[in-house]
């Protein structure tokens, strides 16, 4: 049986949330959803992530560049998309100079799962070549 990715999408819009889920599902993703950046680190803590699809703008003081680093410092590994509705050219430039991946919404699903994709085999083959 083939290797089933786990993806956690974080995004304070439910909506949001279920249309990725069902769509990812569909593709045979593992997935999980967080509506705020303290159920991503509790996703993220208790249980081991392929790939984070993480949303800029969270609730109150959070963005998604905090959720990315708590993931980053339990599993440095670990794949990231930043997905926006609009980003201010700093965040540009942090997500461009930290390699994350920016996918602007309304976000285009075949560019989703392409990214997605891209992402995972990349990781998939590095792991294979480290003989994980």
């Known amino acids: 049986m083939p290797e089933r990715f786990h993806i956690l999408v974080v995004d304070d819009e439910p909506n949001v949330l279920i249309t990725y889920r069902l769509i990812l599902e569909q593709q045979g993703y593992r997935v ?30 959070e963005s998604g560049f905090d ?5 980053k410092r339990l599993t440095p590994e670990i794949a990231t998309v930043l997905l926006t509705g609009y980003a201010t050219p700093e965040a540009n430039e942090r997500a461009e100079s930290s390699g994350i991946p920016v996918l602007f919404k ?27």
Do not use: F, K, W
């Open 106 to 132: 309304p976000i285009d699903i075949q560019q989703l799962l392409e990214t997605i994709s891209r992402l995972l085999r990349n990781d998939h083959e590095l792991r294979q070549a480290s003989g994980e």
């Open 67 to 71: 959720v990315i680093e708590y993931a």
């Open 32 to 61: 999980s959803a967080a509506i705020s950046s303290a159920d991503a680190r509790n996703i993220l803590s208790a249980d081991s992530v392929d790939l984070l699809l993480c949303d800029l703008s969270l609730e109150g003081q």
